[in-house]
């Protein structure tokens, strides 16, 4: 596959062409990516202390939900949002993935999966949080990280 990229002052609105001989499972997957990542924000507002943040999502390790109050996760802090999580998985793009009742995680932040007989632990960089996926959740997690890196 070639990769290839034109700058052009006078285009109006980027425009990202897939050229292919044949529609195969590799141009599929990179269409529905680019499909699904072209709505999704870039940044999500957040509350701590009465005061407004403008997290990037790549920052977010994951969302979680206690009591009706939905938390975005940094390495280091946790802010409020004014979504729900179904709300959230209509907004975020393919990065993030429902991985229990209360948890959206970010595929891109994953730095080990700990599997036992009774649970599955998802560890990340440079954090001491840590998430637990519900066995429900567990075997679309696995297929998820293995279709993204057989992607990259």
């Known amino acids: 596959m070639k990769v290839k990229l034109e700058i052009n ?6 425009e990202i062409t ?6 195969d499972d590799q141009v ?5 990516m680019l499909q699904e990542n072209k709505d999704q924000p870039e ?18 390790l994951f969302f ?5 109050v939905v938390m975005a996760h940094t390495a280091k802090q946790a802010y409020q949002v004014k979504y729900k999580l179904y709300e959230l998985e209509d907004i975020l793009g393919s990065s993030f993935m429902r ?6 995680l970010n595929l891109d932040q994953i730095h080990a999966v700990t599997r036992s007989i009774s649970n599955c632990q998802i560890q990340f960089s440079d954090s001491y949080k840590t998430v637990y996926v519900s066995r429900h959740y567990y075997r679309d997690l696995r297929n998820r990280l293995e279709e993204r890196r057989n992607f990259k």
Request: proline share 2%; hydrophobic share 35%.
């Open 9 to 14: 002052p006078d285009q109006a609105e980027t």
């Open 18 to 23: 897939i050229s292919a001989a044949k529609m």
């Open 28 to 32: 599929l997957k990179l269409y529905k």
């Open 43 to 60: 940044q999500i507002e957040a509350f701590k202390d009465h005061v407004s943040y403008y997290l990037d999502l790549s920052e977010i």
């Open 64 to 68: 979680e939900t206690d009591s009706k």
């Open 99 to 104: 991985v229990a009742k209360s948890t959206i």
